[in-house]
Protein backbone atom coordinates (compact mmCIF):
# COMPACT_ATOMS: atom_id res chain seq x y z
CA UNK A 1 0.00 0.00 0.00
CA UNK A 2 3.03 2.12 0.73
CA UNK A 3 4.13 1.76 -2.84
CA UNK A 4 0.32 2.80 -3.92
CA UNK A 5 0.38 5.89 -1.83
CA UNK A 6 3.66 6.99 -2.81
CA UNK A 7 3.50 6.31 -6.75
CA UNK A 8 0.05 8.10 -6.98
CA UNK A 9 1.35 11.10 -4.89
CA UNK A 10 4.16 11.22 -7.46
CA UNK A 11 2.23 10.90 -9.88
CA UNK A 12 -0.19 13.85 -8.80
CA UNK A 13 2.69 16.26 -7.52
CA UNK A 14 4.27 16.04 -11.57
CA UNK A 15 0.91 16.48 -12.79
CA UNK A 16 0.63 19.53 -10.42
CA UNK A 17 4.14 20.50 -11.56
CA UNK A 18 3.63 20.89 -15.04
CA UNK A 19 0.27 22.45 -14.74
CA UNK A 20 -0.21 24.33 -11.97
CA UNK A 21 -3.50 23.11 -10.59
CA UNK A 22 -5.92 20.83 -11.46
CA UNK A 23 -9.91 20.53 -10.71
CA UNK A 24 -11.49 18.82 -7.62
CA UNK A 25 -12.56 16.54 -10.39
CA UNK A 26 -9.28 15.65 -12.00
CA UNK A 27 -8.25 14.79 -8.34
CA UNK A 28 -11.43 13.13 -7.45
CA UNK A 29 -11.09 11.04 -10.59
CA UNK A 30 -7.46 10.17 -10.48
CA UNK A 31 -7.69 8.73 -6.74
CA UNK A 32 -10.37 6.84 -7.00
CA UNK A 33 -9.63 5.50 -10.78
CA UNK A 34 -5.55 6.01 -11.71
CA UNK A 35 -4.98 2.62 -13.47
CA UNK A 36 -2.49 1.54 -11.78
CA UNK A 37 -3.56 2.95 -8.06
CA UNK A 38 -6.92 4.40 -7.87
CA UNK A 39 -8.73 3.27 -4.61
CA UNK A 40 -10.99 1.09 -6.79
CA UNK A 41 -8.09 -0.56 -8.81
CA UNK A 42 -6.21 -2.58 -6.76
CA UNK A 43 -8.65 -4.20 -3.79
CA UNK A 44 -11.78 -4.81 -2.39
CA UNK A 45 -12.91 -1.67 0.21
CA UNK A 46 -16.21 -2.91 1.14
CA UNK A 47 -16.83 -4.61 4.79
CA UNK A 48 -18.68 -4.07 8.30
CA UNK A 49 -16.78 -2.14 10.93
CA UNK A 50 -15.32 -5.29 12.74
CA UNK A 51 -14.45 -6.67 9.39
CA UNK A 52 -10.65 -6.55 8.45
CA UNK A 53 -9.86 -4.02 5.47
CA UNK A 54 -13.18 -2.84 4.99
CA UNK A 55 -14.04 0.84 4.42
CA UNK A 56 -17.61 1.22 3.92
CA UNK A 57 -20.95 -1.07 4.01
CA UNK A 58 -23.53 -0.56 1.11
CA UNK A 59 -27.10 -1.62 1.27
CA UNK A 60 -26.93 -4.90 -0.53
CA UNK A 61 -24.09 -5.76 1.54
CA UNK A 62 -26.35 -5.22 4.67
CA UNK A 63 -29.08 -7.89 3.78
CA UNK A 64 -30.13 -10.00 0.88
CA UNK A 65 -33.77 -8.06 1.42
CA UNK A 66 -32.30 -5.39 -0.96
CA UNK A 67 -30.99 -7.41 -3.91
CA UNK A 68 -33.95 -9.50 -3.63
CA UNK A 69 -36.44 -6.32 -3.46
CA UNK A 70 -34.89 -4.86 -6.72
CA UNK A 71 -34.44 -7.76 -8.66
CA UNK A 72 -38.79 -8.01 -7.93
CA UNK A 73 -39.02 -4.20 -9.51
CA UNK A 74 -36.99 -5.04 -12.07
CA UNK A 75 -39.58 -8.22 -12.94
CA UNK A 76 -42.37 -6.33 -12.51
CA UNK A 77 -41.25 -3.64 -14.68
CA UNK A 78 -40.40 -5.95 -17.56
CA UNK A 79 -43.94 -7.26 -17.15
CA UNK A 80 -45.32 -3.72 -17.65
CA UNK A 81 -43.22 -3.35 -20.41
CA UNK A 82 -44.84 -6.03 -22.31
CA UNK A 83 -42.01 -8.29 -21.32
CA UNK A 84 -39.52 -6.99 -23.90
CA UNK A 85 -37.09 -10.13 -25.17
CA UNK A 86 -34.24 -9.50 -25.60
CA UNK A 87 -33.76 -7.21 -22.15
CA UNK A 88 -30.44 -5.95 -20.85
CA UNK A 89 -30.31 -5.92 -17.50
CA UNK A 90 -27.65 -3.49 -16.97
CA UNK A 91 -25.70 -2.56 -13.49
CA UNK A 92 -23.63 0.48 -13.23
CA UNK A 93 -20.54 0.31 -10.56
CA UNK A 94 -22.06 -3.49 -9.05
CA UNK A 95 -19.12 -3.48 -6.56
CA UNK A 96 -18.81 -7.01 -5.21
CA UNK A 97 -21.79 -8.48 -7.39
CA UNK A 98 -24.14 -8.94 -4.44
CA UNK A 99 -26.85 -6.80 -5.64
CA UNK A 100 -27.33 -9.07 -8.82
CA UNK A 101 -26.32 -12.11 -7.67
CA UNK A 102 -29.30 -11.41 -4.88
CA UNK A 103 -31.72 -10.12 -7.68
CA UNK A 104 -30.92 -12.94 -10.15
CA UNK A 105 -31.17 -15.50 -7.61
CA UNK A 106 -34.88 -13.97 -6.42
CA UNK A 107 -35.85 -13.77 -10.26
CA UNK A 108 -35.30 -17.47 -11.80
CA UNK A 109 -38.31 -18.98 -11.53
CA UNK A 110 -40.27 -15.91 -13.15
CA UNK A 111 -41.16 -18.04 -15.99
CA UNK A 112 -39.26 -16.24 -19.09
CA UNK A 113 -37.41 -13.24 -17.02
CA UNK A 114 -33.83 -15.23 -17.24
CA UNK A 115 -34.12 -16.32 -20.61
CA UNK A 116 -34.85 -13.04 -21.89
CA UNK A 117 -32.21 -11.29 -19.60
CA UNK A 118 -28.22 -10.37 -21.24
CA UNK A 119 -26.44 -9.44 -17.83
CA UNK A 120 -23.70 -6.48 -18.43
CA UNK A 121 -22.44 -4.72 -15.55
CA UNK A 122 -20.14 -1.52 -16.05
CA UNK A 123 -17.52 -1.63 -13.45
CA UNK A 124 -14.07 0.50 -14.18
CA UNK A 125 -12.15 -1.73 -11.46
CA UNK A 126 -9.99 -5.09 -12.81
CA UNK A 127 -10.01 -6.28 -8.81
CA UNK A 128 -13.55 -5.59 -8.48
CA UNK A 129 -14.70 -7.27 -12.23
CA UNK A 130 -12.56 -10.49 -10.53
CA UNK A 131 -14.88 -10.35 -7.31
CA UNK A 132 -18.00 -9.94 -9.38
CA UNK A 133 -16.86 -13.04 -11.44
CA UNK A 134 -16.71 -14.44 -8.18
CA UNK A 135 -20.30 -13.65 -7.13
CA UNK A 136 -21.90 -13.99 -10.52
CA UNK A 137 -20.25 -17.60 -11.93
CA UNK A 138 -23.56 -19.10 -12.58
CA UNK A 139 -24.45 -16.68 -15.20
CA UNK A 140 -23.43 -15.61 -18.31
CA UNK A 141 -22.29 -11.70 -17.73
CA UNK A 142 -20.90 -9.34 -20.10
CA UNK A 143 -18.44 -6.49 -18.78
CA UNK A 144 -18.73 -2.90 -19.86
CA UNK A 145 -16.03 0.18 -19.65
CA UNK A 146 -18.32 2.91 -19.29
CA UNK A 147 -22.42 3.44 -19.95
CA UNK A 148 -22.01 4.45 -23.52
CA UNK A 149 -21.20 0.86 -24.49
CA UNK A 150 -24.69 0.06 -23.51
CA UNK A 151 -26.08 -1.69 -26.63
CA UNK A 152 -29.20 -0.52 -28.28
CA UNK A 153 -31.83 -2.66 -26.87
CA UNK A 154 -34.86 -2.81 -24.05
CA UNK A 155 -33.26 -2.29 -21.12
CA UNK A 156 -33.37 -2.21 -17.35
CA UNK A 157 -30.67 -0.81 -15.05
CA UNK A 158 -29.79 -0.47 -11.47
CA UNK A 159 -27.02 1.95 -9.92
CA UNK A 160 -26.66 2.13 -6.21
CA UNK A 161 -24.11 3.91 -4.57
CA UNK A 162 -22.73 4.71 -8.29
CA UNK A 163 -23.49 8.10 -8.81
CA UNK A 164 -21.59 9.24 -5.57
CA UNK A 165 -18.38 8.02 -6.76
CA UNK A 166 -18.02 10.45 -9.34
CA UNK A 167 -16.57 13.30 -9.56
CA UNK A 168 -17.52 16.79 -8.56
CA UNK A 169 -16.09 20.08 -9.56
CA UNK A 170 -16.50 22.98 -6.83
CA UNK A 171 -17.09 26.41 -7.03
CA UNK A 172 -17.15 29.20 -4.70
CA UNK A 173 -19.44 32.11 -4.65
CA UNK A 174 -16.43 35.13 -4.58
CA UNK A 175 -17.03 39.00 -4.31
CA UNK A 176 -16.37 38.58 -7.91
CA UNK A 177 -18.31 36.07 -8.96
CA UNK A 178 -18.11 32.35 -9.16
CA UNK A 179 -14.47 30.88 -8.78
CA UNK A 180 -13.58 26.80 -9.22
CA UNK A 181 -11.82 25.60 -6.28
CA UNK A 182 -8.81 23.75 -7.75
CA UNK A 183 -5.86 21.40 -5.72
CA UNK A 184 -2.40 22.98 -5.65
CA UNK A 185 0.85 22.30 -4.54
CA UNK A 186 2.27 24.22 -1.35
CA UNK A 187 5.80 25.15 -0.86
CA UNK A 188 6.32 22.73 0.97
CA UNK A 189 5.27 20.13 -2.18
CA UNK A 190 1.89 19.12 -0.03
CA UNK A 191 -1.45 18.84 -1.32
CA UNK A 192 -3.65 21.64 -0.80
CA UNK A 193 -6.82 23.81 -2.05
CA UNK A 194 -6.69 27.07 -3.84
CA UNK A 195 -9.36 29.28 -5.24
CA UNK A 196 -8.96 30.27 -9.23
CA UNK A 197 -9.36 33.21 -10.62
CA UNK A 198 -13.63 34.01 -10.69
CA UNK A 199 -15.03 33.70 -14.23
CA UNK A 200 -18.08 34.81 -15.42
CA UNK A 201 -18.96 31.43 -17.65
CA UNK A 202 -18.63 29.12 -14.04
CA UNK A 203 -21.86 31.17 -12.92
CA UNK A 204 -23.94 29.10 -15.96
CA UNK A 205 -22.50 25.68 -14.63
CA UNK A 206 -23.99 26.40 -11.69
CA UNK A 207 -27.91 24.55 -11.04
CA UNK A 208 -30.08 27.60 -11.62
CA UNK A 209 -31.54 27.90 -7.91
CA UNK A 210 -27.87 28.29 -6.45
CA UNK A 211 -26.85 30.74 -8.69
CA UNK A 212 -27.11 33.77 -6.41
CA UNK A 213 -26.46 32.24 -3.45
CA UNK A 214 -24.81 34.14 -1.04
CA UNK A 215 -21.01 34.82 -0.77
CA UNK A 216 -19.01 31.76 0.48
CA UNK A 217 -21.04 29.37 -0.42
CA UNK A 218 -20.06 26.05 -2.05
CA UNK A 219 -21.55 24.58 -4.79
CA UNK A 220 -20.33 20.74 -6.37
CA UNK A 221 -21.76 20.12 -9.90
CA UNK A 222 -20.73 16.26 -11.41
CA UNK A 223 -20.45 16.70 -14.88
CA UNK A 224 -20.09 12.64 -15.10
CA UNK A 225 -23.30 11.96 -13.52
CA UNK A 226 -24.77 14.98 -15.77
CA UNK A 227 -23.87 13.13 -18.59
CA UNK A 228 -25.25 9.69 -17.81
CA UNK A 229 -28.38 10.70 -17.12
CA UNK A 230 -28.47 12.73 -20.50
CA UNK A 231 -27.31 9.42 -21.84
CA UNK A 232 -30.27 7.83 -20.28
CA UNK A 233 -32.69 10.17 -20.96
CA UNK A 234 -31.66 10.00 -24.87
CA UNK A 235 -31.93 6.06 -24.69
CA UNK A 236 -35.49 5.71 -22.68
CA UNK A 237 -36.70 8.43 -25.42
CA UNK A 238 -36.29 6.04 -28.17
CA UNK A 239 -36.12 2.74 -26.49
CA UNK A 240 -38.98 0.75 -23.93
CA UNK A 241 -36.74 0.36 -20.40
CA UNK A 242 -36.25 1.74 -16.95
CA UNK A 243 -33.42 2.73 -14.80
CA UNK A 244 -33.33 3.02 -11.11
CA UNK A 245 -30.75 5.20 -9.10
CA UNK A 246 -30.40 5.07 -5.62
CA UNK A 247 -27.58 7.01 -3.70
CA UNK A 248 -27.45 9.66 -1.09
CA UNK A 249 -27.98 13.22 -1.30
CA UNK A 250 -30.44 15.84 -1.36
CA UNK A 251 -33.88 15.72 -3.71
CA UNK A 252 -33.32 19.71 -4.62
CA UNK A 253 -30.02 21.34 -5.46
CA UNK A 254 -28.41 22.40 -2.42
CA UNK A 255 -25.05 23.68 -1.48
CA UNK A 256 -22.34 21.91 -0.09
CA UNK A 257 -19.77 21.12 0.38
CA UNK A 258 -20.27 16.99 0.81
CA UNK A 259 -16.81 15.63 -0.66
CA UNK A 260 -15.76 12.94 2.24
CA UNK A 261 -13.02 10.83 2.59
CA UNK A 262 -13.72 7.70 4.26
CA UNK A 263 -11.25 4.93 5.31
CA UNK A 264 -12.46 1.96 7.91
CA UNK A 265 -16.09 3.59 8.42
CA UNK A 266 -13.70 6.93 9.51
CA UNK A 267 -13.75 10.33 7.89
CA UNK A 268 -10.09 11.30 6.57
CA UNK A 269 -8.69 14.15 5.53
CA UNK A 270 -9.29 14.47 1.82
CA UNK A 271 -6.27 15.42 0.16
CA UNK A 272 -4.05 13.11 2.70
CA UNK A 273 -3.10 9.66 1.24
CA UNK A 274 -4.73 9.41 -2.32
CA UNK A 275 -5.94 6.43 -3.29
CA UNK A 276 -6.31 4.80 0.57
CA UNK A 277 -9.86 6.10 1.39
CA UNK A 278 -13.34 6.12 -0.88
CA UNK A 279 -13.73 9.91 -1.61
CA UNK A 280 -17.64 10.26 -2.09
CA UNK A 281 -20.26 13.77 -2.51
CA UNK A 282 -23.83 13.62 -2.03
CA UNK A 283 -25.41 13.09 -5.22
CA UNK A 284 -27.72 15.95 -6.82
CA UNK A 285 -31.23 14.39 -7.40
CA UNK A 286 -32.59 16.93 -9.05
CA UNK A 287 -30.00 18.05 -11.49
CA UNK A 288 -29.67 14.48 -12.26
CA UNK A 289 -33.51 14.10 -12.89
CA UNK A 290 -33.31 17.57 -15.18
CA UNK A 291 -30.48 16.08 -16.88
CA UNK A 292 -32.37 13.15 -18.20
CA UNK A 293 -35.99 14.62 -18.96
CA UNK A 294 -33.97 17.48 -20.80
CA UNK A 295 -32.84 14.53 -22.97
CA UNK A 296 -36.40 12.91 -23.51
CA UNK A 297 -37.57 10.93 -20.82
CA UNK A 298 -39.45 11.02 -17.35
CA UNK A 299 -38.40 11.37 -14.31
CA UNK A 300 -40.31 9.46 -11.25
CA UNK A 301 -39.84 11.08 -7.57
CA UNK A 302 -37.06 11.14 -5.85
CA UNK A 303 -38.23 8.89 -3.04
CA UNK A 304 -36.80 8.03 -0.07
CA UNK A 305 -35.48 4.64 0.42
CA UNK A 306 -37.27 4.13 2.97
CA UNK A 307 -40.52 4.92 1.36
CA UNK A 308 -39.71 2.96 -1.78
CA UNK A 309 -38.10 -0.64 0.16
CA UNK A 310 -41.33 -0.34 2.32
CA UNK A 311 -43.59 -0.12 -0.67
CA UNK A 312 -41.67 -3.03 -2.35
CA UNK A 313 -42.65 -5.10 0.58
CA UNK A 314 -39.71 -5.05 2.70
CA UNK A 315 -40.93 -5.92 6.08
CA UNK A 316 -42.50 -8.86 4.73
CA UNK A 317 -39.67 -10.14 3.18
CA UNK A 318 -38.29 -9.27 6.81
CA UNK A 319 -40.94 -11.58 8.16
CA UNK A 320 -40.46 -14.65 5.75
CA UNK A 321 -36.51 -14.91 6.42
CA UNK A 322 -36.97 -14.55 9.78
CA UNK A 323 -39.57 -17.28 9.91
CA UNK A 324 -37.51 -19.79 8.00
CA UNK A 325 -34.52 -18.70 9.90
CA UNK A 326 -35.89 -17.96 13.58
CA UNK A 327 -32.24 -16.95 15.29
CA UNK A 328 -31.40 -14.48 12.10
CA UNK A 329 -34.91 -12.71 13.51
CA UNK A 330 -33.20 -9.96 15.31
CA UNK A 331 -30.30 -9.32 12.87
CA UNK A 332 -32.80 -9.30 10.35
CA UNK A 333 -34.58 -6.78 12.31
CA UNK A 334 -31.47 -4.80 12.50
CA UNK A 335 -30.68 -4.73 9.33
CA UNK A 336 -34.52 -3.91 7.75
CA UNK A 337 -33.83 -0.95 10.01
CA UNK A 338 -30.78 0.31 8.68
CA UNK A 339 -31.96 -0.08 5.51
CA UNK A 340 -35.39 2.02 6.00
CA UNK A 341 -34.92 4.27 9.54
CA UNK A 342 -34.97 8.07 8.85
CA UNK A 343 -32.33 8.45 11.27
CA UNK A 344 -30.22 5.52 9.53
CA UNK A 345 -29.81 5.14 5.44
CA UNK A 346 -34.12 5.62 5.20
CA UNK A 347 -33.89 9.25 4.36
CA UNK A 348 -30.53 10.27 3.77
CA UNK A 349 -30.82 7.62 0.75
CA UNK A 350 -33.16 8.54 -1.99
CA UNK A 351 -34.55 6.35 -5.19
CA UNK A 352 -34.85 8.13 -8.23
CA UNK A 353 -36.52 5.94 -11.51
CA UNK A 354 -36.37 7.09 -14.97
CA UNK A 355 -38.78 5.42 -17.83
CA UNK A 356 -40.18 6.65 -21.19
CA UNK A 357 -42.63 9.45 -21.58
CA UNK A 358 -45.60 7.38 -21.68
CA UNK A 359 -44.98 4.96 -18.63
CA UNK A 360 -46.93 5.31 -15.90
CA UNK A 361 -45.30 5.49 -12.40
CA UNK A 362 -43.29 2.13 -11.70
CA UNK A 363 -43.67 0.00 -8.13
CA UNK A 364 -42.36 2.00 -5.88
CA UNK A 365 -43.51 5.70 -7.17
CA UNK A 366 -47.59 5.19 -7.74
CA UNK A 367 -48.43 7.33 -4.97
CA UNK A 368 -46.36 10.53 -6.26
CA UNK A 369 -47.09 13.91 -7.58
CA UNK A 370 -47.27 14.67 -11.47
CA UNK A 371 -43.69 13.24 -12.49
CA UNK A 372 -41.00 15.41 -13.84
CA UNK A 373 -40.73 15.42 -17.64
CA UNK A 374 -39.17 18.58 -19.14
CA UNK A 375 -36.54 20.73 -18.34
CA UNK A 376 -36.77 22.67 -15.21
CA UNK A 377 -40.70 21.87 -14.41
CA UNK A 378 -40.84 20.33 -10.50
CA UNK A 379 -38.12 18.74 -9.01
C1 LIG B 1 -19.41 2.60 -3.72
S1 LIG B 1 -19.17 1.29 -4.81
C2 LIG B 1 -20.85 0.67 -4.92
C3 LIG B 1 -20.89 -0.79 -5.17
C4 LIG B 1 -22.24 -1.49 -5.25
N1 LIG B 1 -23.15 -0.84 -6.18
C5 LIG B 1 -22.88 -1.64 -3.91
O1 LIG B 1 -23.93 -1.07 -3.68
O2 LIG B 1 -22.32 -2.36 -3.07
C6 LIG B 1 -18.89 2.04 -6.39
C7 LIG B 1 -18.74 1.07 -7.54
O3 LIG B 1 -18.63 1.83 -8.75
C8 LIG B 1 -17.43 1.45 -9.45
N2 LIG B 1 -16.97 2.64 -10.16
C9 LIG B 1 -16.52 3.80 -9.62
N3 LIG B 1 -16.25 4.70 -10.60
C10 LIG B 1 -16.57 4.11 -11.76
C11 LIG B 1 -16.55 4.52 -13.13
N4 LIG B 1 -16.13 5.73 -13.46
N5 LIG B 1 -16.96 3.65 -14.06
C12 LIG B 1 -17.39 2.41 -13.73
N6 LIG B 1 -17.43 1.95 -12.46
C13 LIG B 1 -17.04 2.79 -11.48
C14 LIG B 1 -16.51 0.98 -8.35
O4 LIG B 1 -15.44 0.21 -8.82
C15 LIG B 1 -17.51 0.20 -7.49
O5 LIG B 1 -17.83 -1.05 -8.07
Known amino acids: MAMVIQSLLDHLRTRLTREGAMTVADFMGEALTHPASGYYMHGDPFGAPSAAGGDFITAPEISQMFGEL ?4 CVDTWMRLGKPDPCLLVELGPGRGTLMADALRATRLVPGFHDALKVQLV ?19 TWLDNVGQIPEAPLLLVANEFFDALPVRQFEQTREGWAERVVVLDDAGKLTFALAAPSPANRVLIPATLRDAAKGSLVEICPAALNIAAFLGHRLARQPGAALIIDYGPAASTPGPTLQALRRHKRHDVLEAPGTADLTAHVDFQSLAQGATAAG ?3 HGPVTQGTFLKALGIEV ?10 RAAAALTAARKRLTDPTEMGELFKVLALTPRDMPPPAGFESLSPPLSSHGEGG
Do not use: D
Not at 123 to 141: C, F
Open 70 to 73: LGIW
Open 123 to 141: EISPALRERQRESLGAHRI
Open 297 to 299: CTA
Open 317 to 326: RAAQLAESAP
